[in-house]
């Protein structure tokens, strides 16, 4: 047994590293990670003129350009704030983020939720200079890939009613419309569109 003797303040560092550590190792036995690396389908996407993004999972240190990516999307106010996102980072257990990078910097990303025998889409958005490129489609499209992996029988999402090209787009994906929720958006009331897409048509046939 280990015998931690504490002397001042370098000791009493230690220690809190020492016990970070080890919440971490327990942790990550305790809460495996939702999806590893290796179950993104693919982890380059070429863009129109030709240039090549990258895939990966977001960690903490995306923070602050999932926030610039939003500000950029909408007229500089973020929907997740800084609070909301970084839990959903940290809750690595049920939920994740996947980003796109070019030229080392993000430009799009996709949040997800595990929610029982479904994924649900959290959060999506491309910076203005790099839409028009398929990148909301080709994370759609990934992360249908992923659910398949993780055997969940169906991916969710909501989007506002005005949003026309969302939905349109959607459902060009394969997703149906469910119901509508009313004044589902706090920052205006809005309603929102209740979509999903099914894997299991077995789960469609129960409801």
Request: charged share 25%; aromatic share 10%.
């Amino acid at each position: 047994m280990r015998i931690l003797i504490l002397k001042g303040t370098i000791g009493l560092k230690k220690f809190k590293n020492w016990f970070s550590n080890v919440r971490k190792e327990a942790s990550a036995v305790l809460f495996p990670p939702l999806i590893q690396e290796y179950m993104i389908p693919q982890d380059t996407y070429e863009l129109k003129n030709g240039q090549v993004a990258e895939v990966g999972l977001a960690s903490v240190v995306d923070l602050d350009a999932i926030i610039k990516i939003q500000e950029a999307c909408y007229d500089g106010v973020a929907p997740w704030g800084r609070i909301a996102v970084n839990n959903e980072l940290r809750n690595k257990g049920s939920s994740f983020f996947l980003m796109l990078y070019h030229d080392f910097k993000a430009i799009a990303f996709i949040g997800m939720s595990a929610r029982q025998n479904k994924l649900h889409v959290t959060n999506i958005a491309t910076h203005p200079a790099y839409q028009k490129n398929g990148i909301a489609s080709f994370l759609i499209k990934t992360v249908i890939a992923i659910a398949e992996k993780l055997n969940k029988d169906r991916v969710t999402l909501e989007v506002r009613i005005s949003n026309i090209e969302a939905i349109r787009l959607y459902r060009n994906l394969g997703f149906n419309d469910v119901h509508i929720k009313r004044n589902y958006y706090h920052n205006n009331g809005e309603d929102a569109l209740d979509m999903v897409y099914l894997l299991n048509e077995t789960y469609g046939e129960n409801e």
